[in-house]
């Protein structure tokens, strides 16, 4: 009867631990990886770190969420605040050259209001009458907002079908023919016949250009009620111009 032999040497799987003699320790070396956790996002498998794996044994895998942008929020800011520079262009040369021959569409002033055209046009008409006196500003800009509720609530008493938006855009634009008449004013300021003349001439054109647009075919014989308030209104805001 042989003597039994040495136990049978012991091979660990992949992942377990082996003790040996502290004579045997010298010749080994070694390292222990971290385990590779991988993904799959939409057919793409990511690595991921321990760390991550951490978070997400624990349930913390929610911090790691990231939220897809959302294309409301990556538009230009001209186009978030509704400002469309070639339309406010195009209601400037309508408003400027108020002549049918012209060939310009200029139902588009009405029958497409914005709010950024009149109003810058307001203000730059209020910037050229400062000339000291820094309160006029605010007091133009109240005289468009209610001056356009009076020519509103009377077109609508004579029967016209307009909307409140669309006679303070209008009455807003139509102001450009007397921001054109200001520097010829500075000009010609001393000439007292010719700068009637060319403040008659810029009030008519303002009036003018405003009435041919809130005026329609449904006043018939009403518009002299609508046009001469217009009238007054604009040689309002000249007088504000030249502190008369």
Not at 44 to 56: C, G, H, Q, V, Y
Not at 110 to 128: E, H, T
Not at 154 to 166: D, F, K, S
Not at 196 to 209: E, R
């Amino acid at each position: 009867m042989q003597p039994p032999g040495p136990p049978p040497a012991y091979a660990p799987s992949n992942g377990d631990f082996t003790f040996v003699s502290s004579a045997d320790a010298e010749d080994l070396s070694g390292s222990i990886t971290s385990p590779d956790v991988k993904l799959n996002l939409g057919g793409d498998f990511i690595k991921e770190s321990t760390a991550t794996t951490f978070l997400r044994q624990r349930g913390y895998g929610w911090l790691l969420e990231v939220e897809d942008d959302d294309p409301e929020d990556n538009k230009p800011l001209l186009e978030e605040l509704d400002i469309d520079l070639k339309d406010i262009y195009y209601k400037i040369r309508c408003v400027l050259m108020p002549m049918p021959s012209l060939g310009f569409n200029r139902q588009v002033v009405r029958d497409n209001p914005d709010f950024w055209g009149p109003l810058a046009v307001v203000l730059f008409f209020s910037m050229i009458s400062l000339y000291g006196q820094f309160r006029v500003v605010s007091w133009i800009i109240t005289i468009w907002i209610f001056g356009s509720l009076t020519i509103f609530l009377l077109a609508r008493v004579l029967g016209g079908e307009v909307a409140y938006g669309q006679v303070l855009g209008v009455i807003g634009y139509s102001l450009l023919p007397l921001i054109v008449i200001a520097p010829v004013l500075l000009v010609v300021g001393s000439f007292e016949v010719v700068s009637t003349l060319i403040k008659l001439f810029g009030v008519f054109w303002a009036a003018y250009s405003a009435a041919s647009l809130l005026v329609g075919e449904e006043f018939k014989t009403k518009k002299p009620l609508l046009i001469y308030p217009i009238f007054l209104l604009y040689i309002y805001f000249l007088s504000l111009y030249t502190g008369v």
